[in-house]
């Protein structure tokens, strides 16, 4: 476990568009593939995307895991914070690193 991993206290299940078998008939949904896997949700950055004068604000958020994270564009994971609070997102570009790996991700649940 790296320095950084020992830091995160978030944990998050990871869910994938697949295909399962529900009283002998073959379905399609989120099925749960891995669940508590560490991670550390953040905000990235507030970013002002305006034009013509009309000021257009969008926050990025990132999702840091390790490398051994079965994780993938597309997948949708729920993310349980430090305090309880859980936050759905659809996971998007990820970033290797030597010892991490970070995604972009989309809040699902943003009011």
């Known amino acids: ?21 529900e009283d002998e008939v073959t379905k399609s949904g989120d099925v749960l593939m891995h669940s508590d896997v560490k ?15 009309v000021p257009t604000l969008i926050n990025t958020y990132s999702l840091f895991c390790s490398l051994e994270a079965d994780l993938k564009e597309g997948d949708k994971v729920i993310v349980t914070q430090r ?19 970070e995604f972009s991700v ?6």
């Open 39 to 53: 991670c550390h949700y953040s905000k990235g950055s507030l970013a002002d995307t305006g034009e013509d004068g």
């Open 83 to 101: 305090n309880g609070r859980q936050i759905t997102l659809q996971v998007g570009e990820g970033f290797p690193y030597t010892d991490h790996q």
């Open 1 to 21: 476990m790296s320095a950084l991993q020992r830091l995160w206290k978030d944990r998050m299940d990871i869910y994938r568009w697949d295909e399962y078998e």
């Open 106 to 111: 989309k809040r699902v649940d943003v009011a």
